[in-house]
């Protein structure tokens, strides 16, 4: 969970803040975003084609597992299952092709976004770690 108190250019999770946006939503939630520098690296289910609320054109986006969910950082109230789609989808589909799979990859400049609506966390595609 993010404490209310962090601030750009601090480290949260071996990560640097690179930046802060969050409001208070009610008692005990905040909306907003928070961006990160850092390598990640995390493993789950890798899904090209992705449907994001109304969209008809799915964006490749994974789905980290429950081993590896804690190395990446989520807003206090944020009960969502841990995903994200990716900023960089040329080379995420170039690299792990069209089909659905259970990779190891390695991620930065993670988003962490928690608003009332239809958005998602996002990163970078680095590159894929052999399982």
């Not at 990560?15 to 409001?23: P, S």
Request: aromatic content about 10%; overall charge negative; glycine content about 6%.
């Amino acid at each position: 969970m993010i404490p209310l108190e962090i601030q750009q250019k601090q480290q949260f999770l071996g990560l640097d803040v690179v930046k802060v946006d969050l409001h208070p939503f009610d008692e005990n939630r905040w909306v907003g975003e928070v961006t990160f520098d850092g390598e990640v690296t995390v493993t789950g289910t890798y899904k090209p084609n992705t449907l994001i609320g109304e969209s008809q054109q799915g964006s490749p986006c994974f789905y980290v597992d429950k081993r590896t969910e804690n190395q990446l950082p989520r807003l206090k109230g944020d009960e969502r299952f841990m995903w994200f789609c990716f900023n960089n989808s040329q080379a995420v589909l170039d690299a792990l092709g069209t089909v659905e799979k259970d990779v190891k990859i390695v991620i930065d400049e993670y988003k962490t976004i928690y608003i009332p609506s239809d958005v998602t966390n996002t990163a970078t595609f680095v590159r894929s770690v052999s399982r």
